[in-house]
T-cell receptor
Framework: QKEVEQDPGPLSVPEGAIVSLNCTYSNSAFQYFMWYRQYSRKGPELLMYTYSSGNKEDGRFTAQVDKSSKYISLFIRDSQPSDSATYLCAMSAPSGTYKYIFGTGTRLKVLA | EAGVAQSPRYKIIEKRQSVAFWCNPISGHATLYWYQQILGQGPKLLIQFQNNGVVDDSQLPKDRFSAERLKGVDSTLKIQPAKLEDSAVYLC?????????????FGPGTRLLVL
């Protein structure tokens, strides 16, 4: 079993839809949860990070962490064609190295 | 603020040849990471430097991969000899240690194709 599981997609939605992206994990020591967006042929770009459980909102993006279920989500409201990218979740445990474990990424396509 | 710089952006080599990638982190970032991202997968950490010391190289195939970070600033990752399965994107990232999550900022990557 992988430490972090993420559905690779692809996920196609119409413009304006609410998108839900998810990851599950097995390591209960993870405390930091990140979402990165990666456009084709570009490096990952940090979108959101959350510490421990709870919600965090930034514009059209909302990150949720449910540590009891070992499940994290990223919601995108009013999705735009420019949101078409691969979304990677990453997690780390509190330690001096802050080692990130990434999911495989979910490819999202928002159709105009 | 300038981001993480990497070069070259693309490289095509034949198997058994050697190749080197260069990374310059964000100014002031003491921690530098090299990741390997195979098509359809998430990035996998190869090596992590704190200043010019290695703190994690547990997933670096040391028989063929090497990395150095002289003077604690820019870094070079080398593969010698390359294998077909080394075809991937090599990403460099940097972070400020102790900055909460140690948030990592990525460069554009070097896309390697081994024929």
């Amino acid at each position: 079993q992988k430490e972090v599981e993420q559905d690779p997609g692809p996920l196609s939605v119409p413009e304006g839809a609410i998108v839900s992206l998810n990851c599950t994990y097995s390591n209960s020591a993870f405390q930091y949860f990140m979402w990165y967006r990666q456009y084709s042929r570009k490096g990952p770009e940090l979108l959101m990070y959350t510490y421990s459980s709870g919600n965090k909102e930034d514009g059209r993006f909302t990150a949720q962490v449910d540590k009891s279920s070992k499940y994290i989500s990223l919601f995108i409201r009013d999705s735009q064609p420019s949101d078409s990218a691969t979304y990677l979740c990453a997690m780390s445990a509190p330690s001096g190295t802050y080692k990130y474990i990434f999911g495989t990424g979910t490819r999202l396509k928002v159709l105009a | 603020e300038a981001g993480v710089a990497q070069s070259p952006r693309y490289k095509i080599i034949e198997k058994r040849q050697s190749v080197a990638f260069w990374c310059n982190p964000i100014s002031g970032h003491a921690t530098l990471y090299w990741y390997q991202q195979i098509l359809g997968q998430g990035p996998k950490l190869l090596i992590q430097f704190q200043n010019n010391g290695v703190v994690d190289d547990s997933q670096l195939p040391k028989d063929r991969f090497s990395a150095e970070r002289l003077k604690g600033v820019d870094s070079t990752l080398k593969i010698q000899p390359a294998k077909l399965e080394d075809s991937a994107v090599y990403l460099c990232a940097s972070s400020l240690p102790g900055q909460g999550t140690g948030t990592q900022y990525f460069g554009p990557g070097t896309r390697l194709l081994v024929l």
